[in-house]
Every structure is written in C-alpha cells, then in structure tokens.
C-alpha cells in the first residue's frame, strides 16, 4: 500500500507521518508538494500536522485553496482514504470534507500531552483494526483543538456512527469529548491527536498503528476481487 | 540624514566612548559619516564585540577531539560518528523579554534556530534557562506572573509552530530578576558533516544574495539597547524589539537547506543582531574580503528608508548568503519555490572593505576586519569579592519546622515545583525524535539516521554564584554532566550564556572573571570544551543588577535506547544514594532552596565540590545504566535528597527510607552537595560492585514502595506522605501561583 504526505508550506509533521509509515508500518510513502494538481500512484492520502501557511487568518483557511486540494477533494469522493491529523484535520473541516469547526483550545493555551481515546466504532477504514471501545494512547499537541458543531450536526454525527474518537478526559472542551470524526462516506477521517507520534515503543506508545494497519485492512479487502468478500 | 553632523552629543548617544570614536577616525582616516557611526556603533557595541569580556573568554577550553568548529562561527559543531555531526548553542534575549516578552522570546528562539541552520543543521531541540522575579512578590508579583505568561507564550508561539520541540530548560525565580528576567535559548541541530556551511565571503566577484524578509525599521538600535543598562526611558524602547514571523522562518529553513543541496552557495550567515551591517562586515571578514551592497537593491517593506536603517534594522527571518557566479539561478529557483525573496545585492570585492551604496553612492566605506574583529578591548578593572563569606542572619532554631512540613514547603515552591504548565505549552515531540522530554534529568532526543541519541542539559544556580561566582560556575558544570550522566549519556562539549550587570562596575567584573575562571576549571576537567556561547552585560535596571548567572549547556552522546528515568518503578526494589548522603555545615547551607524557602536567608558558601569525585560518580553512573541495572535514576540537586525523593515518587510507586546519619536533619535532609544520585534497582549487589570498582560510596537508602514515602532518622519517622499529597503540592502549585 503506498500512502502520499501532503507538504504544505509550514507543514512540520509531514516527516514524522513519512516516518511513521514508511519506517515503522513498513509501507512506502511519498510527499505530495501543495502545489500539485495530482495526487499519483497513491492509496491513501495523509494530510499530515503544522502550521499550513502560518495558520494566519484561520488554521486551514488558506491552506484550503492550494492546488492539491482540488486533487484531495477528488480523491475522497473516488472513495480514496484521507486521513487529516491535527491540522490536517482542521484543513478538511476548513475544505468541507468534514463537517464543525476546531476553535481555540478551553484554557486557551496550546497543549502538549499524551491523552486516551475511547474508539466509538469499528466501522471504518480507520478503525477497522481495533477493538470494540478500545483505549488509545496518543499525544496531543495543538492550541486549537476544540471541536464545534451545531447540535443537529453533532446529533448526526453520533446517529450515524461517525464519530470515531472520543477523549477519556477531555482536555480542550471539544463538544461531546469528539477527537475524531468520520465524512458520510466513512473514508476520509480527521483526529486532533497524533496516531504517527505513536507508532513504537520508544515514543511511549504504538498503539497510532492501529490507525495505519486498519486502514492497510481497508486497502488490501478494496484490492480483492468482489467474489471473495464476504 | 547621512550628511547629519556627528557632535559629542550624538556619539554619545550612540554609546561611543570619545576613545572608540578617535579609533574610529583613525580606521576610517577621515570623521565617520552618520551611517558609519550608526554601523561602528552597533558592531562594537558590548553584545556583539564581547569588549568587556573577551579577553577572559579566552580563559575557557575550546578544543576536544570531537570538536569540529569552536567558538568564532555562527555555531560550534561537534562530531557525533557515523558521519553525523550536530551544531548548537545558546543565545540571551534577556532585554527584549523584559520590554514585550512574547515578541522578545519568540525573536529570541527565531536568532538561535537561524544560526544553526545557518550551518546548514536542522534544528532538532531548543531548552530553555529562564529567570523571572517572584511570582508572589508583593509589588513586583503581577508584572512577573504577566512577563512568565508572555515569554512561555512567546517560546511555544515560535517553536511550535516552526516545528522544533521545546525538549527541556529550567526556569527559576529570584527577587533580582523582577527587573532583569533572563531568557536564553539553546538550539541544537543535525547534519552530515560534509553538509556544514560556514560564514566565510570568499571569490571576488561572487554575488552577494539577501534572502527572507523584507527589511523594516523594526529592531533599530537592538544590539546597542542590549548594551545597556535600563532606565526610565527604555519603556519608550519597545519599538526596537522585533517582530518575529515563525511561518516565514520554517520556510527559509526548509528553502536554505534545499538551496544548500545545489552547491551554489559558498557562505551563508543569518541577519540577527545588528542585521545587515553584522552579516556584510563578518562575513567579508572571516574571508579576507570585502563586500559591496548596493541598498536600492535590498527588499524594503517601508518606503523613504534612509541608508543608516537600512543597514541597523534588525528585522527578523533574513540570511545573507554568497552563491557562486554564475549559479544564482538556482538559488533563487529553490528561493521561490519556497514564496522568499531572493535579490542579488551586491558583490564580494578584493578590497577588504564593506561599501555601501544608495542610488549608487557610496554612503558608507569600513575596513572589515577592523569593523568586525578591531573592536575595542577592554581589561576592565575587576575586583574579587571582599569577605569571604556572608555570615547567617537573624532565623534561629525557633523558626525551623518538621522535616515534612519543610519538605511540603521545599516541593511546593516555584523553584522546585513541577513546570508542567510550561512546558505543556510547548510541542515538545514533533519530529518524533524525543525519548525524554521536559521534566527528565537530561532531554535526550534521538538521531534516527545513526542509532545515536544527544542528551542535553542547561544548568545555572545564581544563589551558589551570588555566594562565590568561581564555584557557582563549577557547581553548575558538575550538575550539568551529573544530569547527563544519570541518563546513561557522556558529556562531549559545552555552550555557555553569562548573564551578568554592569561590567563597568568592579564588582561585577570581578564576578564575570570569577564565573569565566571556575567554568573553565570544570569545563577542562570534565572535557566539555566550550564551543560557542553569548554573553549578556549590563542586566541592570535603574541600578539594581542581576545576581552572577551563568548558565552553561552541555551535550553528551549515548546509543539510542529507552533512557532510565526519574520515577520508581516497581515496590520493592532498593534505592540507593550513589555518592553517598555527603557532609554538610552551616557555612555550606546557606545557598539552599530550604535556606530560601524556609529561612528566607542567603549566607556562606556554595556546597562543597570535589571534582575528582563528581568524575567518579559520573563513571560508575553510566556503567550501572549501561548494565541495564538502575531502574529508575534521578539527580540530587536543588532541594537535596528528600526534594529528590518526593520528585522520584511521582509516577505510582513510592519508598521507605532510613538514614543512620548524625548530621542534622534539616542538612541531612536538604544540603545540596553535589556528586550524588538517586538509583532504585533490582541488582543492589551489582550496583555496589561497579561503585566499589568506582571508589564511590553506593549508600543504601531503603525499598520502594506503593502509595506513600516514609523516611526515618535513627529510628523516628520524620516524613509520612501519600504520593497523592505529595503530587497534588508538587503538580498545582505554579498555576496557583500564577492565578493568584
């Protein structure tokens, strides 16, 4: 399976997604320069942490209009898996593939910590490799982190399984403990903390590799002929 | 402007003595025109000739096998094998954090990460060393809650989103910061050693190219207000504090380093302080050149510039680089790949000297070298301190508590307390390099293209150097590889940032002498050749300097491993005091936290070091981690070995002690002798062999235990706390502090 990394400028995680993909899940990974109106020869798409274009005016407004975006765009409604980590995650909500908003953190400061997420659901290609309600340790790092939504789309999100992370202690006021949510589609999913951050023991956890092998999952059952699945 | 009459007042304005500016005649043989003035002015002020301090820099060991590059360039470069080498040092930002703290810190790490990758390193790490007035104090107490605030916020602002983790520091509080706080920043980065670039014009000819930013009228006068002492008017210099733009930064690392790559570039230096005079005169220089800039060229942001502000903006995220002829183009190619400005603005010349033009006039003309490297020289009267020692003051016997309540007190104070709040704003793990973060003795953050990690400690305690600036700066050498020791590391070389007042005044000089001398001393005993560093003068406000702070960071070099950290593990292993619990007197307590916090007093002498020992400590340390024996590990140092204790008891698991000691229980307790660290372990015999073999004391202390710490002294139990006590005291109490 090979995964593509997005660089935009003031990317600054997009070596750590190629990092953890390539070295410790073992699969090849190539970055996607912002400018690019193609994504290429790609299975997954990663829009990887930072500070896309300063994060100036809002985090992901500006980022949003480079060129590869219309490619992203494309690719998800294809069906291609696009996974927004941290400000990836705040450039789909700002591009309309995931519903909300991420607004400054509760206490206003930016965190850095390691925080558990409850899995809310099996039923993606994200998630497909882990076990029911299981507990994920993974860190955070964001000073605008806090998901919002109007009630209706909340209710939506939860009556339509979308959401697939939740915080055990919830550490920057998200609405109803959200880390992470999926689009209609359930292929293209955006988590405010790092799943690449913990892919090994010596970062303190492995358990972001549940992430990356449900989403192996996915690619290999989209490459089996139809008879064979179940 | 530049035909500006140059009168007594206005040299005197430019804080040019009337000797300096008969030198400047001399150089010149002619009077100066106004630029010039303003150009000798910034390059021979204290921060960036070193005047004051030179000559006894000169004092401090720079050479060691795996040194690379010493002191002189934008950065010292050490080697670390496998054909890796890292660049690093620290810098001050110590007056534009006081006058606007976020700007003045984030600025602050902008000028330390542009001169390692400078070098051509990415940078990979920054700490901290941070000193602020007291967060309670009663008048002072809500501006330095407001400066900390401003500075931490300032700090994450730049380095979290420049994508550098924050990885470690230390930041302490003394009444004689509330108006002088202390920020520096120390940056470390990487590259292949054939990859390293130096500052140094070379190739008559040879286009000289301004990258980044456009220039402003930001920063004017930087450097000199940094040569100064603060008045009244220096509130009216808060426009001299830049502006700094992380974004833009994070684009001109990744667009120099790739521009790097073509081979098109012969010498690079960042804009930093005294911007474009400072690169232009250095560069040309360290090569023997000269160099010739033509200012219409530059890219302006505002309109009406005037040569003089052209060249002293110190407006940020700006390189000056020299490119081969002909080759320009793929420099600007990468430059705008990246959305930079990139314009040629000059050319590398034969004859020695720095031209500048506007509209192509000369407005200004100075030898290099003698601009650069002629700078006065000062042998400032110094003075050593008079009486040896202070004597103790009033606190008697009366006022001294319990051993737990003193303890509750040590822990809970602002020295001592966790710096959670800190160092959580900061992003401390990006680039998923960081094996210990902020909190553990050493950060150590790992190399992944070699299998080696770099350990990094800052280290300064200005109550031991108020009380004898010569030992304060061993003691803080000794702490530093003591840290770096506790993980497994060996020390491999050092920079250093010396803060200090007003060297003008022989007591303060005496004390930078003093500080130079025993840094020197430790730093060749210990084999960490200094190989870059900064120095701070004139932290003084309205006469009321700073207390000596020398702040010295050390790297050291370890295999790529999960490091032994601070917290016990598992109940039942036994702890012991590697160095054993040491000696201690009244004249030798009188620089502790507890003298601070419970007596309120400074009196005496620094704790006693032998270097010798601290060495052998060091030895059998690292053989114990390497033997995989210790468990956990944790230095003793501020607060002595129950704040050490307390700090080790913060994961789960807790301990008993016992001491048989006669020494008092307040010094038992609370002396901070150095040389000794906290190891539990699961091999007690082990360790005391590879101590034995190190003649060095493996004191047993106790075991571990789950939920509480005991400790008793022959027989009475003295302290008995929950871990959930102990914690909640240790983790709140900065943020009380700070929302008080």
């Not at chain 2, 007042?9 to 009337?18: F, N, P, S, V």
Request: charged letters at 20%; hydrophobic letters at 40%.
């Amino acid at each position: 399976m090979k995964f593509g990394v997005i660089v935009f400028p003031g990317s600054n995680c997009d070596h750590d997604a190629w990092f953890a993909v390539n070295h410790n899940l073992g699969h090849p990974a190539e970055f996607i320069w912002h400018d690019s109106a193609t994504l290429g020869d790609i299975d997954a798409v990663i829009l990887p942490g930072g500070f896309a274009y300063g994060d100036y005016l809002r985090c992901g407004a500006i980022a949003k209009f480079s060129p590869v975006m219309a490619a992203v765009r494309k690719f998800a409604a294809d069906g291609g898996l696009v996974l927004g980590i941290c400000n990836g995650f705040q450039i789909l909500v700002e591009a309309g593939l995931l519903p909300g908003a991420l607004m400054r953190n509760r206490d206003l400061k930016f965190i850095c910590r390691e925080v558990r997420l409850r899995t809310e659901t099996l039923d993606s290609a994200f998630t497909a490799a882990a076990e029911r309600r299981q507990i994920l340790r993974m860190p955070i790092a964001h000073g605008e982190g806090c998901y919002v939504a109007d009630k209706r789309t909340l209710d939506e999100l939860e009556a339509e399984d979308r959401i697939a992370f939740r915080y055990v202690d919830n550490p920057n006021g998200s609405m109803r403990d959200i880390a992470g949510i999926l689009n209609a589609g359930r292929n293209v999913m955006g988590l405010m903390p790092h799943p690449e951050r913990a892919t090994e023991p010596l970062m303190g956890s492995s358990d972001g590799l549940v992430i990356f092998r449900s989403m192996l999952m996915a690619a290999v059952t989209a490459a089996e002929p139809v008879a064979l699945r179940a | 402007m530049s035909t500006l009459a140059i009168t007594p007042d206005l040299i005197a304005q430019h804080q040019l003595t009337e000797p300096e500016y008969r030198k400047i005649v001399e150089i010149l043989g002619r009077e100066p025109n106004y630029t010039e003035l303003g150009v000798f002015s910034v390059m021979w002020s204290e921060h960036c000739s070193y005047k004051s301090s030179r000559l006894h820099l000169k004092k401090l060991p720079t050479r060691g096998k795996l040194v690379v590059q010493g002191p002189g360039e934008n950065a010292g470069v050490v080697d670390i094998g496998g054909g890796y080498v890292i660049a690093f040092k620290i810098e001050s930002h110590n007056h534009p954090s006081f006058i606007e703290p976020f700007q003045g810190a984030a600025t602050g790490v902008g000028g330390i990460l542009r001169d390692i990758f400078t070098m051509g390193a990415r940078p990979i790490a920054v700490l901290d060393s941070l000193r602020f007035g007291p967060l309670d104090d009663p008048q002072a107490g809500p501006r330095n809650r407001r400066i900390l605030q401003g500075v931490v916020a300032g700090i994450a602002h730049y380095g979290n989103c420049f994508g550098v983790p924050t990885v470690g520091g230390e930041c302490i509080f003394e009444a004689c910061y509330n108006g002088n706080p202390l920020v520096n920043v120390f940056a470390l980065g990487v590259a292949k050693r054939e990859d390293i670039f130096y500052a140094s014009a070379a190739g008559v000819g040879n286009p000289v190219i301004y990258v980044g930013a456009k220039t402003g009228r930001d920063g004017i006068h930087g450097a000199s207000m940094a040569s100064a002492e603060f008045t009244e008017e220096s509130k009216q210099k808060r426009p001299n504090v830049q502006v700094g733009d992380p974004f833009l930064e994070k684009l001109l690392l990744e667009a120099c380093l790739e521009a790097m790559q073509t081979g098109a570039i012969i010498a690079i230096q960042d804009m930093g302080a005294a911007g474009l005079t400072c690169s232009t005169c250095e560069m040309g220089s360290r090569g023997g050149t000269g160099i010739e800039i033509e200012l219409d060229w530059v890219p302006q942001r505002e309109t009406g510039m005037t040569p003089y502000e052209i060249m002293l903006s110190e407006s940020q995220e700006r390189m000056l680089l020299v490119a081969a002829k002909g080759r320009e183009d793929e420099v600007f190619r990468v430059f705008r790949k990246w959305g930079l400005d990139a314009v040629a603005i000059g050319t590398v010349t034969g004859d020695g000297l720095l031209r500048v033009k506007q509209h192509g006039r000369t407005v200004a003309e100075i030898p290099n070298r003698e601009l650069a490297d002629e700078a006065p020289l000062y042998d400032r009267p110094h003075r050593p301190r008079i009486g040896a020692e202070r004597a103790r003051g009033r606190a008697g016997e009366g006022a001294i508590p319990n051993a737990q309540d003193a303890l509750m007190a040590v822990l809970g104070s602002a020295d001592i307390c966790s710096k959670r709040y800190i160092w959580e704003q900061y992003d401390y793990m990006v680039r998923t390099n960081t094996i210990a973060g902020p909190g553990a003795d050493a950060a150590v953050v790992r190399i992944k293209e070699t299998g080696v990690s770099v350990a990094m400690s800052l280290d300064g305690n200005s109550r031991y150097c108020c009380l004898s600036p010569r030992e304060g700066a061993q003691l803080a050498v000794a702490e530093c590889c003591r840290n770096l020791a506790t993980v497994g590391a060996q020390p491999v070389a050092a920079t250093n940032c010396l803060n200090f007042g007003n060297p003008e005044r022989p007591e303060i000089m005496g004390q930078l002498v003093e500080a130079i001398e025993g840094m020197s001393e430790a730093c060749r005993f210990f084999e960490t050749p200094i190989t870059g560093g900064n120095v701070s003068l004139y932290n003084e406000t309205l006469g009321e300097g700073i207390w000596p702070t020398p702040v010295i960071g050390i790297v050291g070099l370890m295999q790529t491993a999960a490091p032994v950290t601070r917290d016990f593990k598992t109940a039942g292993r036994t702890i012991f005091v590697l160095g054993g619990v040491g000696e201690c007197d009244e004249v030798h307590f009188g620089g502790t936290e507890y003298a601070k916090v419970i007596l309120h007093e400074l009196w005496g002498l620094p704790p006693a070091l032998d270097m010798d020992h601290e060495k052998r400590v060091h030895d059998a340390m690292r053989e114990i981690v390497a033997a995989g024996l210790a468990e956990s590990a944790h230095d003793v140092s501020d607060g002595g070995l129950a704040v050490a204790v307390a700090e080790c008891c913060m994961g789960s698991v807790g301990a008993a002690l016992s001491f048989e000691s006669r020494l008092r229980h307040e010094y038992l307790l609370f002396h901070e002798g150095p040389s000794r660290i906290l190891i539990s372990s699961a091999h007690p015999q082990a360790v005391e062999a590879i101590a034995a073999r190190h003649g060095v004391r493996a004191e047993r202390a106790g075991v571990t235990m789950n939920y509480a710490l005991a400790v008793g002294i022959r027989g009475a139990t003295v302290i008995s706390v929950t871990i959930e006590d102990l914690k909640a005291i240790y983790e709140e109490s900065l943020e009380k502090q700070l929302r008080s």
